[in-house]
Structures are given as structure tokens and as C-alpha cells.
């Protein structure tokens, strides 16, 4: 299953340095994990915000869930999701 998900981070502020950059380099580590094994095909930036759009594919929203709640980044995330199916007029 395809799922359409944006993801904005908030992290406060009152967080020392340190802990921020652990936080985001395993965030990086589990990111490429992810996109390894092929569950998260699309990821890109939104520009001038601390957020993303993604395409995750995996196999139902029980393991959607778990692969999103697994982000180090996801205590300090506001995540929409939004299931896809496949259009009609899509030639791919």
C-alpha cells in the first residue's frame, strides 16, 4: 500500500545541541535503513520549511504505524497521512 505522508518537525528549543544532533543522525541512520529495504521510495524537502513529503510503501497501516513511530524524530513530528490508490488515467 501507498501512503502520501507529510511530516513536520518541531523540535523545541530547550534542548541542548548535543542531544538535537544525535537525535538527527540516527534519524539519518533509520531514514536510509527505510529507504534500503524499500519502504520509503520518495522522500523530498519542503523548501524554506523543516518538513518533508514522502512516499512510503508498506504493507498496512499497522506497519505504517511502527515505521513511523520507529523515527527518532517522531516525538517532535505533526504527521498527515493520506492513503493513494492508483488512478485510473495512469499509464505507469
Known sequence: MLY??????NIPRDIPADT????????????????????????????GQYSNI????????DELHALLSSLPL???MTIQVTPLAKHPSSIV
Open 4 to 9: 502520501h505522508v507529510k511530516m513536520d518537525v
Open 20 to 47: 538535537v544532533e544525535a537525535i538527527k543522525v540516527a534519524e539519518k541512520k533509520r531514514a536510509t535503513e527505510l529507504q534500503e529495504a524499500g519502504k520509503w521510495p520518495h522522500l523530498w524537502r519542503i523548501v
Open 54 to 61: 514522502s512516499i512510503l510503501d508498506v504493507a498496512s497501516n
Open 74 to 76: 517522531f516525538p517532535y
